[in-house]
């Protein structure tokens, strides 16, 4: 049976997933991590997508998106293809470095996409790669410590994010770190994968239906 299609309409927000093939490791160390970053730097900046949040694991990542002028299927076929022609090579092996096709689950704006920025960005709480909010806070493998003002991505979307806290920035700095503190242990594992959302699995008016 084929595929569906996905929903790839301008401004809808996707929480999108990827993982290693047999969830084996598609980042082993800061190179990797930096290259990824890099191409993400670059596409999102040609194909008009915005990006509320992110996380780097050692086998799988989350991307909090919302399209733009280009449909996500080809955003997203850039990023794993360039990505793992350039992994493949920096590691000298051969095949592929994703499992399948990536998941893609289409998100009501309110109250999910501040549930999911939280969600993404504890993931390295949750397995144990960080301990703390504070360590989390300057951790670079995450959109947590861009929004905390520790560091600073041109693609990230910070302020649609800062602006939910309070008009000031430090102020809403400090209330979303309570926020996001609050997560801390809150959700199972895989609950906000799915869970209260929609995936994007038959074009809108699947979506419509569902």
Known sequence: ?????RLDAPGILHHVIARGIERRPIFLD??????FLHRLTEIIGKTGMK???WCLMSNHFHLLLRTGHVPLSSFMRRLLTGYAIK??????RTGHLFQNRYKSIVCEEEPYLLE???YIHLNPIRAGVVKTIKELDKYPWTGHAAIMGRSKYDWQETDEVLVRFGRKVREARKKYQEFASEGIGKYKAGELSGGGLKRSAGGIDELLRT
């Open 1 to 5: 049976m084929p595929r569906s299609s």
């Open 30 to 35: 800061t190179i990797d991590r930096k290259d």
């Open 51 to 53: 990006c509320y949040a």
């Open 87 to 92: 992994f493949n090579l920096r590691q000298k």
């Open 116 to 118: 999911l920025v939280r």
